[in-house]
Structures are given as C-alpha cells and as structure tokens.
C-alpha cells in the first residue's frame, strides 16, 4: 500500500509502521558515514520526506547519483527524526529508481530560486517548485471552496456555452470561432473573405462571459452559477490580463445591487477561510517567500466590512488626494488600477465596493438608476490589485433594455431571447463575475496571473 506524504507527516501512521512512498526527488545530501539522505515530494502536501538510505542497500551506487527530480518508490520503516525541522523520516529498505534525470546539469528546475519569467518557459516543469505546487494545492483549495459555498447557500451550478454568438460585455474583445476550410476560404462577390459562414453559417465566438445565459436560468431557478473557462481577445500585456481566464458568476432572482455586493464579500471571506483552514503550510511559504503579509491579509480580511462607496464619491476622494495619476480622474473616465490601488491601498486599506458608474462606460445590461446617467454596477477592488470582482443589477424593464440596446448598436432581433426574460414573468436580478486568476494572486501574493495558472494563455504565448 501506497502511503501519501501528507498522511505519513500529519501523524496518522504509527512509527514503526512499513510504509511505501512514491514521489520526484527534491534534494539529496551525502555522508562520508555510509548514508544518503534524499528529500522526497509527493505534492501532496508542502513538506516533502527525508529518507534516510544507508550504504547496505544493494542499489547504493546508484543512490549516490540520484539527483533533483528523479522519480523513485520507496519501502521502509517510518521513524521518530532526529533532526530538526522535521518530525518523521523514513529508514529505507529498497529505493528503487523508477525514472533518471537525462544530464543533472541541464535539469531546467535545479534546486535553486528561479526568476518567475524563468519558470513560465518551463511551465511544464514549474508544479515541481515549491512555489508552483504550493499554488495549485491553494487554488485547488478555493475551486472547491466556490463550489462549497454555493451549493450550501442553495445555488445551481450552470454549464454555459463556450461558444456563443454575443458579446456580453460589448467591448469587441472576442475570439472567432471558425469552421471555414482554411486552404479553401469562401469568398463574397467581391473577392474577400466571407466569415459570414463561419461555425456553419453563423458568426460566433468564444465566450468572454456566461452572464447572459445564467440570467434565464436564474430567473428560473432562482439562484445559479457559472464557473468555467471564458476568453478575452485584448492585447493587454498587464500583471493582471489573460486571454484565457477562469470566471464565476453568481446569478440571483429577486435581488438587487446591494444583495450582490453582500454575496461578493461572503463569498471572498468564505475563500479565504477555506485555505486558513486548509493550506497553512502553503500559506507561510508564501508569506515568506512571496508576500510577507499574506497571511495577515488574510486573517484580518474577515473582520473588515468592505466599504461602499459610489463612483462620484471615489472620483472626489482621488481630485482631493493630490496625487498625480498617470491616468485622468474625470466624470466619465473608468477608473485604472492606478486608481483602484490608491483607494484600496492609501485611503480606506482595505476592500471596497465601487457602485453606481456613470452609464456610458457600462454594458448595455445594467440597470438604469433613477439619476438616469449612472448605473447599477459594482466592482469589488482589492489591495495589491485592484477590480477583483464586477458586477450590476441587471435591467428587468424591457423598454429601458431596449432603449439601452439601441444605444449600445445591437440587434434586438438577434437578443430576442435575452429580452424574452423581461416579457415573460420579469423580474430585478443581479449578480457578478469574479476572475478567479485574480481571487488566486490576491489570496497567494503571486502578483501576476500567469503564475496562477497552469499554463497561462497571454498575446503570443500559447506554448505547451
Ligand atoms: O468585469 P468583467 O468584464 O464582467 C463581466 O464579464 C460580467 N459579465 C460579469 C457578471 O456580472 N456576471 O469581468 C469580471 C471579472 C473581473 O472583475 C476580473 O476579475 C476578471 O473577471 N477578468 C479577468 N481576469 C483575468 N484576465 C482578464 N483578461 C480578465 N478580464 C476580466
Ligand atoms: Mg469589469
């Protein structure tokens, strides 16, 4: 029987227990006594396992040249170590080499620090690092964590289309989808290119949100949520842009601008809770490694209330800063992350809840406030990296949808499904989407998205 890691140094197997291990070697070090100690990960859990091999095994040899990222089995006796630092070692009785490094010298993860540009050229042997495992084990942690949250709070988890044939947040940022046959394109009568027929026929493209189809399921079942893969064609070359992304969205029946800005709040401090509890080890690697206030940040996150404030009043608190932004603060204007980050970071320190932005900068979605020039949008904005989470009460009155529409340049006839909810039985709905790249970089203090993902998808990089 196999043992993991994490079950021989959490203390439920008793010593003198024979145990088999099976991992990737992370160190080694030798004695002139006759004994090699290698330093064996499972992923598991953070800590790896010493074992201790001494020179009667028949294979000792080749011990001597195991290196940083060989595979091995190992069987033996757990024990009580005597070392420091760590509580169990195993007493080895055969160690067999299951898989050699080609040329230790060439090996790209030598057990050293490496830049974080670095190890995204080798993403596909990053998850050997410490820093690489620690973060999947974290995110694993949190996608489980959301799935907890909305199951025991009564949401329906909703598959939505990847491929689609609207552009949710109307900023044109879209991946086409194709099915022309590339070595022979259909042409118009004047000689182009006709992508009218693409996906047989139809223009479409990959979903840059779920929203709009969660919204008929909400206003049905009442409350559900999407969480999968969405896409975003922008050519941004930011800390925190991908152009492929995770994203959940909460959708509910029945609630307004307020409910959801609540939801946001629960649900990040139910995250953060999550890898408290679960992935302390993890979170002190981080927190000395990466950001020394990670675990802080996190522990005092549950005792803020997030503040709320309109997008009026943030624009005066940045005019009455003094500060020089790069960027214009001005009615009208999003806010950059310049901006974000001096709100969240200098003024209040901690999270806010931007609402109520002017309408011009928002999708055709949002539901028209009673001041007719806001809306009522949100955005959660976070210390370290500003809009975590964005949201709205969407519009339920069909004429002000449609006036929207018509400002927005888009076909009713090709939304007649969407505005059919607000036909049929309408009702005030809200929700938001959260970027879970962005949730895993605030929680883990790894500050660009690439390193929150296995294999990051960013202009020009779709390697592995
Ligand atoms: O603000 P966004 O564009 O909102 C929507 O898509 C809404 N339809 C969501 C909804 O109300 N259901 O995106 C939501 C969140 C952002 O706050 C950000 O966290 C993340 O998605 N996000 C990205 N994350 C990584 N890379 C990108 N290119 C992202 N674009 C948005
Ligand atoms: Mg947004």
Redesign the pocket.
Known sequence: QTHSIKSLLNDTVETGTAVEIKGWIRTTRDSKGGFSFLVVHDGSCFDGIQVVANNELDNYDDILKLFTGCSVIVQGDLVESGGKGQKFEIHAKSVEVVGWVENPDTYPVQPKRHTMEFLREVAHLRPRTNTFSAMIRVRNTMAQAVHQYFSQNGYFWLHTPIITASD??G?GDLFRVSTLDMMNLPKTDKGEIDYSQDFFGKESYLT????LN?ETYACALSKVYTFGP?F?A?N?HTQ????E?W?I?P?VAFADLNDVAQLGEDFLKFLIKKVLENNMDDMKFFNGFVDKTAIQRLETLSDDTFERVNYADALEILKASGRKFDYPVEWGLDLQTEHERFLTEQHFKKPIVVMNYPEEIK?FYMRMNDDGKTVAAM??LVPGIG??????QREERLDYLLKRMEQHNLDPAEYKWYTDLRRYGTVPHA?????F???VSYVTGLSN?RDVIAFPRTPGSAKF
């Open positions: 949710c947040e900023a840059v949100s779920g929203q969660a969405t975003r922008e941004s925190r842009h991908l152009a992304f994203m969205e959708e999708p955005d959660v809009e975590i989470m964005g949201g709205a929700g938001f989407g959260a970027g790249e962005r949730l998205v």
